[in-house]
């Protein structure tokens, strides 16, 4: 396991950008989930360790996950944000796997950060 710590979270109003961060990346599948209250957590993007990424349908043309080897750093680039996308935004790790054939699953990950809020505003 890894510790994961998120950063970036804010409140911004509809149609705003945001950047999530989350430290440490490396060769292992990541992911962002999100969480509503009284709601289970949702996939919003993964990617394995070579980059490949794979996103929810609600947030296909707006979010983008990425990598920064360098910084050791993935990040979620949010654009177009919408109210609807409120939510605690968690990342989430398998140090174990280069690839999780399961993305959206939470069980398919070992590490979790402790969350960032993300307020987006009408």
């Known amino acids: 396991e890894v510790q994961l710590v998120e950063s970036g979270g804010g409140s911004v109003q509809a149609g705003g950008s945001l950047r999530l961060s989350c430290r440490p990346s490396?060769?292992?599948?990541m992911a962002w989930f999100r969480q509503t209250p009284g709601k289970g957590r949702e996939a919003v993007a993964g990617?394995?360790?070579?980059?490949?990424?794979s996103y929810a349908d609600s947030v296909k043309g707006r979010f983008t996950i990425s990598k920064d080897k360098s910084r050791n750093t993935m990040y979620l680039e949010m654009d177009k944000l919408e109210p609807g996308d409120t939510a605690m935004y968690y990342c989430?790790?398998?140090?174990?796997?280069?690839?999780?054939?399961?993305?959206?699953?939470?069980?398919?990950?070992?590490?979790w950060g402790q969350g960032t809020q993300v307020t987006v505003s009408s």
């Open positions: 990617i394995t360790s070579a980059g490949q990424a």
């Open positions: 989430a790790a398998d140090v174990d796997r280069w690839v999780c054939p399961l993305w959206s699953w939470p069980s398919e990950y070992s590490s």
């Open positions: 490396g060769s292992y599948c």
